[in-house]
């Protein structure tokens, strides 16, 4: 198994910057796919970006330029640098890991408001 925390959540204007981390402690953090999911008030929790072991990378249409998902597994940690935040990137942003199983972060609130 493997626990998840979510932190760098925040208020930011459009057009600004974030930097998401998930720190994960339990099993090898290196062998498990990661992904960001984010959840919008009164809409269904979608995909935004994955990684697997391996270090590929993919990404929602709607971020895909802007978002950047990297891991440091030496840190066990996951990374989502999110660049030209526009009013739809708000929401619950949720770090997820699978392997034989799924897991989830408690989930970290994103604010873009001016």
């Known amino acids: 198994q493997v626990q998840l925390v979510e932190s760098g959540g925040g208020l930011v204007q459009p057009g600004g910057s974030l930097r998401l981390s998930c720190a994960a402690s339990?099993?090898?953090?290196?062998?498990?796919?990661m992904n960001w999911y984010r959840q919008a008030p009164g809409k269904q929790r979608e995909l935004v970006a994955g990684i697997t072991s391996g270090g590929t990378t993919t990404y929602t249409k709607a971020v895909k330029g802007r978002f950047t998902i990297s891991r440091d597994n030496a840190k066990n940690t996951l990374y989502l640098q999110m660049n030209s935040l526009k009013l739809e990137d708000t929401g619950v942003y949720y770090c997820?890991?699978?392997?034989?199983?799924?897991?989830w972060g408690q989930g970290t609130q994103v604010t873009v408001s001016s």
């Open positions: 997820n890991a699978q392997r034989l199983g799924t897991y």
């Open positions: 339990g099993s090898a953090f290196s062998i498990y796919a």
